[in-house]
């Protein structure tokens, strides 16, 4: 489970002691009761960003949050593919003769830099994985004797 951002109330006071108190990244993480490695990653993520103290103070808290961490829901760097139609997926594979790997080449033609075959399996097996499972059975009256065997064995 990813852990929760901090508050940039936080960050900036965790930069501010950092940068121009001039406190290591050691004696900065106990200040602020956080781990050395989450206060390493604080200010990779500041670096990264190309971010320089006294301009930071002046970003607004959504302002630096969206310089920090970047979109929402994505890690940096993540690269964001077009999502194949896992409902038509899901209604294909229900025909004769239709695999995945068979959807897959149909959706690579289209998106030919998209996702390889086992991402695409993966992501399609947690998508199925949300469906609620049931199982319709319709019976005409008469046509079948549903024999219920628990218990003792009938004589």
């Given at each position: ?43 990779k993520?500041?670096?990264s ?10 970003l ?11 979109l929402a829901?994505r ?5 964001k593919l ?35 075959y ?5 992501l ?10 049931t ?12 024999v ?8």
């Open positions: 489970m990813p852990t929760r951002r901090m508050d940039m109330r936080q960050v900036r006071e965790l930069m501010r002691l950092h940068r121009e108190a001039g406190l290591g990244m050691r004696a900065t993480a106990r200040l602020a009761g956080i781990a050395e490695s989450t206060m390493r990653d604080m200010v993520r500041f670096e960003a190309g971010l320089t103290w006294p301009v930071a103070a002046e607004s808290n959504a302002e630096l949050e969206h310089k920090l961490y970047g829901g890690k940096p760097g993540q690269r077009p999502e194949p139609d896992w409902a038509m997926v899901h209604r294909e594979l229900k025909r004769k003769y239709v695999t995945l790997q068979t959807l897959w080449e149909e959706y690579i033609e289209a998106h030919p830099k998209g996702y390889r086992s991402r695409f399996c993966d399609y097996r947690g998508w199925e994985g949300r469906l609620p499972v199982m319709r059975q319709t019976h005409q009256a008469g046509d079948k004797v549903f219920d065997y628990a218990g003792d064995k009938q004589p």
